[in-house]
Nanobody
Framework: QVQLVESGGGWVQPGGSLRLACEAF????????IGWFRQASEKEREGIAC????????LYADSVKGRFTASKDFAESTVYLQMDSLRPEDTAIYYC?????????????????????????WGQGTQVTVSR
């Protein structure tokens, strides 16, 4: 089991950037694929990215591909999500989650019920607001 704590959310104008952090406690980061999810108000949760245990493989949803970049800093036990060219539709609560069982990253587009099954540990979330 690993504890995840997100930080870095806030308010930014459209076109701006934010970097979210997901710090892991209680276990080594290379044991886990880390997924990023978001949930906007009155919308279903959306999987947007995953970074593999080694950090060598990243997968992205079409909605963020080319704008968001996930990375791992093993020395800091932290996964980062660099978000550039932010849009108002990126406004949401952002979560990171850990998957240990798979040798590969789950597809970010998996159904919510499947994500709940394969990701065993979740952070508390951090709010990102993109507006003028």
């Amino acid at each position: 089991q690993v504890q995840l704590v997100e930080s870095g959310g806030g308010w930014v104008q459209p076109g701006g950037s934010l970097r979210l952090a997901c710090e892991a406690f209680g276990s080594t980061l290379d044991d886990y694929n880390i997924g990023w999810f978001r949930q906007a108000s009155e919308k279903e949760r959306e999987g947007i990215a995953c970074i593999s245990k080694s950090g060598e493989t990243t997968l992205y949803a079409d909605s963020v591909k080319g704008r968001f970049t996930a990375s791992k800093d093993f020395a800091e036990s932290t996964v980062y999500l660099q978000m550039d060219s932010l849009r108002p539709e990126d406004t949401a609560i952002y979560y990171c989650a850990a998957n240990r069982e798979f040798d590969f990253c789950p597809d970010p587009g998996i159904a919510t019920t499947v994500a709940d099954a394969v990701y065993g540990d979740w952070g508390q979330g951090t709010q990102v607001t993109v507006s003028r």
